[in-house]
């Protein structure tokens, strides 16, 4: 039987690796992405996989995406929660829209496409949930009060939703990335980003694929017993 998996934030980045181990292990990917067409046309091309723009901000555009899918293809059996954005700033000079945005994309974003696929996870008996945290949202970061406010949301989220789907059939689970090399970093400063990769003990930056063979085992049959949990693949920059 061939898994369906959407992937938000799938067409670039941590989300385009993750969307290509998916389908490299046999699964039918959809690739959401929130704005870039160049991108997704683009990344649509070369992989062949599916991409569909909705804002997984917009609750009910979540909810329009996934039923579409769903009446095209079958239930959503793989659901990841990727797409992520940031907006940094010190609470010194942060807007509360920039907060508002990080909130409502990276963590909102996250209720949203659940509310969407869980319930259907649950009445079939089988689901797997991956939400995309980030090492910032288990040790904080200067100039992060927005985005480690919700990737460390996601982690409790993440643990209340596994209680929910446990009998069910339903994991959910959190991956907590460190420094990736992707697009979201080129914001940093060279100086800033030697310091950073200064701290990390594997002396490197991960890469975006590092993260996605996580996922894969997360989304597996292998992991059927693994509920709650989030798993850091950080090179030793932050432990517990
Ligand atoms: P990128 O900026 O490279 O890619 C972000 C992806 O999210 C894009 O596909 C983008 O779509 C999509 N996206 C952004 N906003 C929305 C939206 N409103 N609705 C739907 N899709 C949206 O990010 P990364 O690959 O680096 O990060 C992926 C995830 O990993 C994020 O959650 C991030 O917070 C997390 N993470 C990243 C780390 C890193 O070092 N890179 C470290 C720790 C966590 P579009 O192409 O249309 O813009």
Partial sequence: MTRIAVVTGGTRGIGEAISLK????????????????????????????????????DHQACLDACAEIEGQFGPIDILVNNAGIT?????????????????????????????????????RSWGRIVNVGSV???????????????????????KSLAMEGARFGVTANAIAPGYIATEMLSTIPDNVMEKIVAQIPVGRLGQPEEIARGVEFLTSDNASFITGSTLSINGGQHMY
């Fill in 136 to 158: 910032n949202g288990q040790g904080g970061q200067i100039g992060q009060v927005n985005y480690a406010a919700a990737k460390s949301g996601i982690h409790g989220f993440t």
């Fill in 22 to 57: 998916l389908k490299e292990k046999g699964r039918h990917v959809i690739a959401n992405y929130g704005g870039n067409d160049e991108a997704a046309r683009a990344f649509s091309a070369r992989t062949g996989i599916d991409v569909r723009k909705w804002d997984v901000g």
């Fill in 87 to 123: 907006r940094d700033a010190t609470i010194m000079k942060m807007t509360f829209e920039q907060w508002d945005e990080v909130i409502r994309i990276d963590l909102t974003g996250c209720f949203n496409m659940a509310k969407a696929c869980f319930p259907n996870m649950r009445t």
